[in-house]
């Protein structure tokens, strides 16, 4: 198993894109950079009132910025910037898709997990359903447009 999480990681290393990645923790993690398909849960908060205006990034934000705060086990440490920080991702939800931006973390959404401002999830869905299933993709990156 270990020589087998080495040989993916040798891979991963030499098979990079140009696009810059954020490194991998666990196997799970380097299977999901290799495919570059993400699942897990989409919400969306508030900036200014959730968080502040000013995400861990760095970018002032607000309600109709095309931004999104990526869970914390992804991002890693929210006091800094993540290797995430900037990246484009596509995500999709009930056969609609759009892109966002991380500019932050969200400490309270699971793994594969992004937490949207209403400007992004309104693409996705109506405000009143609250909590969508999503698949995303960082953009230029394995086929991901």
Same mark, same amino acid.
């Given at each position: 198993?270990?020589?087998?999480?080495?040989?993916? *990681?040798?891979?991963?290393?030499?098979?990079?894109?140009?696009?810059?990645?954020?490194?991998?923790?666990?196997?799970?993690?380097?299977?999901?950079?290799? /495919?570059?398909?993400?699942?897990?849960?989409?919400?969306?908060?508030?900036?200014?009132?959730?968080? =502040?205006?000013?995400?861990?990034?760095?970018?002032?934000?607000?309600?109709?910025?095309?931004? +999104?705060?990526?869970?914390?086990? @992804?991002?890693? @440490?929210?006091?800094?910037?993540?290797?995430? +920080?900037?990246? @484009?991702?596509?995500? /999709?939800?009930?056969?609609?898709?759009?892109?966002?931006?991380?500019?932050?973390? $969200?400490?309270? $959404?699971?793994?594969?997990?992004?937490?949207?401002?209403? @400007?992004?999830?309104?693409? *996705?869905?109506?405000?009143?359903? =609250?909590?969508?299933?999503?698949?995303? +993709?960082?953009? =230029?990156?394995?086929? +991901?447009?």
């Amino acid at each position: 198993m270990k020589k087998c999480f080495l040989f993916v *990681l040798f891979i991963l290393y030499f098979t990079r894109e140009t696009a810059s990645l954020p490194s991998a923790y666990d196997e799970r993690g380097v299977v999901d950079i290799l /495919s570059n398909i993400f699942r897990g849960k989409g919400t969306f908060f508030h900036p200014v009132t959730e968080g =502040g205006a000013i995400g861990s990034c760095g970018p002032v934000a607000n309600d109709h910025s095309r931004i +999104c705060a990526m869970n914390i086990k @992804q991002y890693g @440490q929210a006091s800094k910037k993540s290797p995430w +920080c900037n990246l @484009q991702l596509r995500v /999709s939800s009930g056969g609609r898709s759009t892109v966002c931006t991380v500019t932050d973390c $969200c400490p309270g $959404c699971a793994e594969g997990s992004l937490d949207m401002t209403p @400007q992004v999830f309104n693409d *996705l869905a109506h405000p009143s359903v =609250g909590v969508i299933p999503i698949e995303w +993709c960082i953009r =230029g990156y394995r086929g +991901c447009t």
